[in-house]
């Protein structure tokens, strides 16, 4: 029970670097700072890229708390909490509270879920119909709506449905 509860104070803690990481790079998109979106998000893929390890190692170890707990492998964190013994049960339902709130911030903060893609919602406006007289701020504006693009299919990685599931 121990290690698995390792497991989720790990993935909460990368879930909190994440979400840093995601404000942070709105945070330049919304104050036009465009020189350092690119390194913002290479910081939300590299946190992205973490949480994928994270998921893994968790999913790896709560398929054996599930196998001593007699439970299957798809069992729930939920699931889990009720099943394990004292002080465990309570621990992992702290944990699922807390990772429960860490996704619904990115959630928010992103507006993409799991299994969904923003692609469809992010339409390009042309470059005729920008109001800037500059064609340099043009050019910027259709720079900023591609990084925006790529970032939300990026985001579209983050809220797996495994991981929705076991926290269900």
């Not at 790079?25 to 893929?45: F, H, N, Q």
């Not at 390890?53 to 299957?72: D, F, I, N, Y």
């Amino acid at each position: 029970m121990r290690a698995l509860s390792d497991f989720l104070w790990h993935e909460r803690d990368v879930l909190e670097l994440l979400l840093h990481r995601l404000e942070s790079e709105r945070a330049l998109l919304e104050t036009g700072r465009t020189a350092r979106v690119p390194l913002a998000s290479r910081e939300v893929d590299t946190a992205l890229e973490a949480l994928d390890v994270a998921e893994l190692a968790r999913a790896s170890e709560a398929v054996g708390a599930t196998s001593v707990l007699g439970l299957g492998p798809d069992a729930t964190l939920a699931t889990i909490a009720q099943r394990a013994p004292a002080p465990w049960g309570e621990i992992f339902d702290q944990h699922r509270t807390a990772l429960r709130e860490l996704l619904a911030g990115i959630t928010a903060l992103t507006g993409v879920r799991a299994g969904t893609s923003q692609d469809d919602d992010l339409t390009a406006i042309p470059a005729a119909e920008l109001t800037h007289e500059d064609p340099a701020d043009a050019a910027v504006e259709l720079q900023l709506q591609e990084i925006g693009r790529k970032a939300a299919t990026a985001r579209g990685r983050v809220l797996r449905q495994g991981l929705l599931d076991f926290l269900a």
